[in-house]
């Protein structure tokens, strides 16, 4: 029997590495964006590589919406076994000064980030456990322990959702179910980040060094974390 992904907040980059690492496996891919236009697109690439997938159109943000997808993929596709988290900001929704940080400043970063994570997991881990397998996979940038004051916002957000991975896979263990948080210190190619980054120039430090990385080999990172499930973090493009 075919085992299923969902991919929440799936991308042109991070989702699309994924769903192409997992797919070559024989997982079946759940395709879950707020735009059923784009949705419908990356189905039609991964269809058309031979990928088994579905688009399940859907906020990520909205506990409602989240467990209604859920529910639909369940029709479709039976359960879900692994679960990537991969929503991320809009470098336009960064605030560039830690001294602007205010609270309706990180009502972004927190939904996608830490909000909808938390969503995610509560929406399906219980089933996990109660099976005694699952994943749940996520991802992470580099602002919370690399001090990025021109992402100020967004570093406030990913350190809550780090101290909430690390306390979920203690409480995890011993049940089947595996935690896991990919850190990506890259640009992730094809992403709509690469693309602003190539478009926009001045919205970020002119002596920023980027490093870019394809997002086949971010699939690939994960897919050893869904096998390997010995490590709750792993760093990918970070100094040594």
């Known amino acids: 029997m075919s085992k299923t992904i969902a991919i929440f907040g799936f991308g042109p980059g991070l989702g699309v590495g994924t769903a192409r690492r997992f797919g070559r496996e024989g997982f079946r891919v759940a395709v879950i964006g707020r735009n059923p236009d784009k949705a419908r697109r990356h189905v039609d690439e991964l269809v058309a590589e031979g990928i088994e997938a579905a688009a399940f159109p859907a906020d990520v943000t909205d506990a409602a919406q989240i467990d209604a997808v859920i ?136 002596d920023l060094e980027i490093t870019r990385m394809g997002n086949a080999e971010l699939g690939e990172h994960y897919w050893r974390m869904y096998t390997d499930r010995d490590r709750v973090e792993v760093e990918v493009g970070f100094p040594d």
């Open 71 to 206: 529910e639909q993929i369940g029709a479709a596709f039976g359960r879900i076994d692994v679960a990537m988290h991969g929503a991320a900001g809009d470098p336009v929704d960064r605030i560039p000064s830690t001294l602007e940080v205010d609270v309706p400043a990180l009502r972004t970063p927190l939904a996608l980030k830490l909000y909808s994570p938390i969503l995610m997991t509560r929406a399906l881990a219980p089933a996990m456990i109660e099976r005694g397998e699952g994943t749940l996979l996520f991802s992470s940038g580099a602002s919370d322990r690399h001090p990025m004051p021109f992402l100020s916002n967004f570093g406030v957000a990913l350190a809550a959702q780090r101290g909430y991975i690390h306390q979920l896979a203690i409480e995890l263990q011993g049940t089947g179910v595996y935690a896991g948080l990919l850190n990506i210190g890259v640009l992730i190619g094809n992403s709509k980040a690469e693309q602003l980054v190539d478009e926009h120039p001045e919205l970020f430090p002119a």
